[in-house]
């Protein structure tokens, strides 16, 4: 613009140096008719001011923020650190004490408020805990026995297993059992209320389903008509206790019956991830009874069993009817050609022989014998029994089929001995199965051993609150114990109350 002039003269800066012009500057913008005087200086030198002090607080802002994120997430990683070692503790204890069943499932001293580092208010500790199935206001310090829950991938993989079993841990909804079955088995063929690809081809986000085994039962809830009140039961904070709001009907989420009681719902009663090793209680390997003895395997079977034992299986194989599960061999008598036999009258015609195993020597048979596993990671493996010895009532009932047994058994196994308790012939040793025939219903279903262990673990900081919540499933059967399902639940609340602070 021609004749426009703006003359700034004889500004001065107190401080002159650095950011501003030094104060003898003098700055000239001619051909303007406007000339602006000190007031107009003091103003822009007023704004620049504001604007430097604003982006000072902001950086300052900026800078405190990110000291307290810094601290926040020292903080977390150190609970999290903490959690930790809870799970390395369980995972060291389960490996030193496999057999200790108290001292895994129920043990303060070791699991509860552990610290790990610093001491007092200041400290980070763990606790290690579980639902507590004799009292739903309180947990108990310890593992929880994956090898007690019924494994759902049985239909996966056992396509023969009952489907009453299922029922009985959904009773009222055979839409459940049916969707949850098309689910799992490898065909495309929708039962009556089931539901397999084509359904969820429709779904507004389709997705593929499984048709086969599950990776975790937390999948339930990608299967049709599954929802978290029937996975997780009422234990809306998953921990394991009953709240106020999950023991107050509708009136509250979740929803519940409000019986004083808390249904931890499927979680609680079964499992895709217990299996254990085909060996004996002392770790050797198993005679498996539907292929050829070795001369050493002979040997250990006649040391161990009555001599027909070993001439039952050589006739049994040689008629190609391999057996499903040691336990038919119990009280069995059939009439079968003898191969050892030399009598002219009797060689090579049927003839009755008896297995030699009977309730007197089926603790023995169950534990030295086999009929074969499956190879998981180079080792022979047996997958889904239930451990009698620690499976909770209902789970009992669904394998028994018979809520009546189930409660004698959980009477019973209060009083074996160790020696009875390692393998599950105590069941029908101790009148649980009233005949040899109920007991051959449930042999392939059961054992009494658990290789594979829940547990939640808190690690916090009493003075902080911080804290930090970790489920992890621990898997004891390899040479070494691992962690083999992990899941952070701190998000939904403090679980516990550490000592000295209030649940918020
Ligand atoms: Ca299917
Ligand atoms: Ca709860
Ligand atoms: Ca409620
Ligand atoms: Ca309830």
């Not at 593992?143 to 007690?148: A, S």
């Not at 040391?303 to 061999?329: Q, Y």
């Not at 009477?411 to 101790?430: F, K």
Request: with cysteine; aromatic share 8%; net charge negative.
């Amino acid at each position: 613009m021609k004749n426009c002039e703006i003359r700034i003269s004889n500004f001065e800066v107190a401080g002159g140096a650095g950011w501003c012009a030094p104060a003898s500057s003098q700055f000239e913008f001619r051909n303007s008719k406007f000339e602006t005087g000190r007031g107009f200086v003091l103003i822009v030198v007023l704004v620049v001011v504001s604007l430097l002090s604003l982006l000072a607080v902001t950086q300052m802002l900026i800078t405190r923020s990110e000291s307290a994120a810094s601290v926040a997430s020292v903080g977390g990683q150190q609970a999290r650190a903490a959690a930790y070692s809870g799970i390395v503790r369980a995972m060291a204890l389960l490996k030193q004490s496999p057999n200790d069943l108290a001292g895994r499932s129920d043990n303060p001293q070791v699991f509860q408020d552990q610290c790990v580092s610093g001491s007092g208010a200041d400290g980070w500790y763990f606790s290690v805990y579980s639902p507590n199935p004799d009292d739903s206001r309180q947990v108990r310090y310890g593992v929880e026995d994956e090898n007690g829950k019924f494994n759902l991938n049985l239909y996966a993989l056992v396509p023969a297993t009952p489907p009453g079993m299922l029922t009985a841990l959904l009773p009222d909804r055979p839409d459940l059992v049916d969707c949850l079955l098309d689910y799992l088995d490898a065909d495309s063929n929708a039962r009556p209320q089931g539901a397999e690809q084509e359904y969820y081809d429709g779904l507004p986000q389709p997705y593929h389903i499984k048709n086969g085994p599950l990776t975790s039962v937390d999948e339930l809830l990608l299967v049709k008509g599954f929802t978290g009140q029937i996975v997780y039961g009422e234990d809306a904070n998953r921990n394991g206790t009953l709240e106020p709001n999950e023991d107050d009907g509708d009136a509250s989420f979740p929803p519940d019956n409000g019986d004083g009681e808390l249904d931890c719902g499927l979680v609680a009663c079964t499992t895709t991830l217990s299996y254990e090793p085909n060996t004996d209680f002392a770790g050797q390997g198993r005679i498996n009874i539907n292929t050829p003895i070795s001369a050493s395997d002979l040997q250990s079977l006649n040391n161990d069993f009555p001599p027909e034992t070993a001439k039952f299986l050589a006739a049994r194989r040689a008629v190609n009817r391999p057996f499903k599960d040691v336990s038919e061999l119990l009280d069995l008598q059939e009439n079968l050609v003898d191969p050892s036999d030399t009598n002219p009258q009797t060689k090579g015609k049927p003839i009755p022989l008896a297995s030699g195993i009977t309730a007197s020597n089926l603790a023995k048979a169950l534990d030295r014998l086999t009929t074969g596993g499956v190879k998981i990671a180079g080792q022979e493996m047996l997958l889904g029994r239930v451990n009698v010895n620690s499976a909770p009532a209902k789970v009992l009932a669904a394998i028994f089929g018979d809520a009546q047994a189930a409660q004698k058994a959980i009477d019973e196994r209060a009083g074996l001995s160790a020696d009875e308790a390692q393998t599950p012939a105590w069941l029908l040793t101790h009148q649980v199965m009233a005949s040899s025939g109920a007991f051959k219903v449930v042999g392939p279903y059961i054992t009494a051993r658990s290789f594979q262990f829940r547990l939640r673990s808190m690690g916090y900081n009493p003075a902080s609150g911080r804290y930090c919540v970790l489920e992890a499933v621990i898997d004891t059967a390899g040479p070494t114990a691992r962690v083999v399902y992990l899941r952070d639940l701190t998000g939904l609340g403090v679980p516990l109350v550490p000592p000295g602070r209030e649940k918020s």
